[in-house]
């Protein structure tokens, strides 16, 4: 096994409660949803480093909404 | 950098038999090297023989202008871009770089749901049948194919003893009582999801499979191992196998 550390993380209620819910509806264990956002934040940094913009697009109205990543 | 390393195992076409190798939880050096040294040349030969062979381009390897140390190098720290290499004799025998995060489930039952996606996967020259006759190892493509793990909490049971009182049922429904007893599933947990483990004793009398009312057999379907598949057998075939194998009748046959 690849070696692995531990670290304590202090949430607020309300960020437990996301954490909880994302978990539950993504079917994850709270330990592999993090695991999975950082993956996520780390590519989308990695996009806007070489200069890619983050948008999101409704798929009926084709509507475009820039997300500002500050 | 510390590389998990597990044991999995090829199957050796020429020696008929499993051989010990490794699934590296990395694409390293040296596997960019056997790409270069070893599977480069192979692959130039055996493009050779089928232009020879007047082989159209369109059936030629896909993957001949890859350039693994390039798609590394790109990738390289990516968290959602896990690399895999399987290992056997000292030499790279495939290669896989998966995204984690860029596609998402499309079925009824896994909408919106991460799924493993693989980006790039390739067997060593010498293992596709295609290009070698007999190739070397086989199993690559499933071996990379595992990583995929997506775990037990998909089958959406409470607990992992829900999970494997379901399965016994499922066993014992298809194989009969006295077969369920031969089974020992496990949950293990890998990749943080938990995996179950199916060991399985070898069963004393012969086991008949009745399954959904697909069987041919009204007893059931028999199956036996040839090489590396598994085939289904006549009634007369089968009749004949117990006979040596086990010294006993199959039920329900009556030869003239």
Redesign the interface.
């Known amino acids: 096994?690849?070696?692995r550390r531990t670290m304590t993380l202090n949430l607020t209620e309300a960020e437990m409660a996301v954490l909880v819910a994302l978990s539950e509806k993504?079917?994850?264990?709270k330990?592999?949803l993090l695991?999975?956002a950082?993956?996520?934040y780390?590519?989308i940094e990695?996009r806007i480093e070489s200069g890619d913009k983050l948008l999101f697009e409704n798929e009926a109205t084709k509507e475009k909404a820039e997300v500002m990543m500050l | 950098m510390?590389?998990?390393v597990t044991e999995v195992h090829l199957f050796n076409v020429e020696r008929e038999e499993a051989q010990t190798a490794e699934l590296w939880?990395a694409i390293t050096e040296q596997c960019l090297a056997d790409w270069e040294g070893e599977w480069l040349p192979e692959l130039f030969r055996a493009m050779q023989r089928l232009r020879r062979a007047g082989v159209d381009r369109a059936h030629w390897p896909q993957s001949r202008h890859w350039d693994w140390r390039r798609k590394v190098e790109v990738l390289q720290g990516?968290?959602?871009n896990p690399g895999f290499s399987i290992v056997c004799d000292g030499l790279t025998q495939g290669m896989m770089i998966v995204d984690?995060?860029?596609h998402r489930g499309r079925l009824d039952d896994q909408q919106g749901?991460?799924l493993v996606y693989v980006e790039f996967v390739e067997n060593a020259p010498w293992n596709r049948a295609e290009l070698f006759d007999p190739p070397r190892y086989r199993g690559v493509g499933s071996l990379a194919d595992d990583r995929a793990v997506v775990g037990i909490?998909?089958d959406?049971l409470d607990n992992d003893d829900k999970f494997m009182l379901h399965l016994s049922q499922v066993v014992r429904n298809g194989l009969g009582a006295r077969a369920g007893t031969c089974i020992d599933p496990k949950v293990q947990i890998v990749d943080?999801?938990g995996v179950c483990v199916v060991s399985c004793q070898r069963s004393p009398e012969p086991v008949f499979l009745r399954w959904k009312g697909i069987e041919t057999e009204k007893d059931g379907d028999f199956f036996a191992r040839s090489g590396p598949g598994t085939v289904k057998l006549s009634l007369e075939d089968s009749q004949k196998y117990i006979t040596t194998r086990f010294g006993t009748e199959r039920p329900g046959l009556r030869m003239g």
């Not at chain 1, 993504?26 to 264990?29: N, R």
């Open positions: 096994m690849a070696a993504k079917e994850m264990s330990t592999a695991r999975q950082l993956r996520i780390q590519v990695a | 510390t590389v998990e939880h990516m968290l959602a984690t995060v860029k749901q991460h909490e998909r959406r943080g999801k």
